[in-house]
């Protein structure tokens, strides 16, 4: 299966604001420019099928991208859930709280949310359906930057903190191979 990752564009929020299962609209001033761009990025590419987060960020992606063929939503490839930290300023969460977070991120969760490597585990669940339903195809998702860096992590065999190191800008492209003789990457972050 080839897997086509797209990151959703720019969310209409202010910069410093702690967000991840929270539903941000698209950023209305760019989404056009952005989705014009992408859709020049993806005109040699025939998707088989495309699937995207639920939230509105993503889905209004890939309802626009799909507009003939359709596409469905999978909350797995929701982004991580910062629970009680949503929404709120990254300065006014408490520096204790955030310094304990940060040095534990892979293990230990935000309160009420999840940690990076529980995102892991319902991603490559979620990637591991595909690759059953999908294996002679071509998939886009269109999800978030968490979802990518869990995703690439399992196909390189890259420790989930690694991932950190690539960038992925809104409305980027990564591309991977996942099939029987084994999984590769095409290209990251065009």
């Known amino acids: 299966m080839r897997l086509c990752l797209v990151r959703h564009t720019r969310p209409a929020l202010n910069p410093g604001i702690c967000y991840g299962q929270s539903d941000i609209a698209v950023n209305p001033d760019s989404f056009e420019q952005e989705l014009a761009i992408l859709t020049d990025k993806l005109k040699t590419l025939t998707a088989d099928q495309i699937i995207s987060s639920p939230l509105q960020r993503?889905?209004?992606?890939?309802?626009?991208?799909?507009?003939?063929?359709?596409?469905?939503?999978?909350?797995?490839?929701?982004?991580?859930?910062?629970?009680?930290?949503?929404?709120?300023?990254?300065?006014?969460?408490?520096?204790?709280?955030?310094?304990?977070?940060?040095?534990?991120?892979?293990?230990?969760?935000?309160?009420?949310?999840?940690?990076?490597?529980?995102?892991?585990?319902?991603?490559?669940?979620?990637?591991?359906?595909?690759?059953?339903?999908?294996?002679?195809?071509t998939v886009l998702m269109i999800t978030h930057a968490g979802v990518i860096r869990a995703i690439l992590s399992q196909t390189l065999n890259l420790p989930l903190n690694e991932t950190f190191k690539f960038q992925l800008d809104y409305g980027g492209i990564s591309q991977i191979q996942l099939d029987a003789a084994g999984h590769s990457v095409a290209y990251i972050n065009r």
């Open 58 to 137: 993503c889905s209004l992606l890939a309802r626009r991208l799909s507009a003939t063929s359709g596409y469905y939503s999978d909350p797995r490839l929701m982004e991580l859930n910062f629970g009680a930290w949503e929404m709120q300023a990254w300065e006014a969460i408490p520096r204790s709280e955030l310094d304990l977070w940060s040095q534990h991120y892979l293990d230990s969760a935000p309160p009420q949310g999840e940690s990076f490597r529980q995102l892991a585990a319902r991603v490559s669940a979620a990637v591991q359906q595909l690759v059953s339903d999908y294996p002679d195809q």
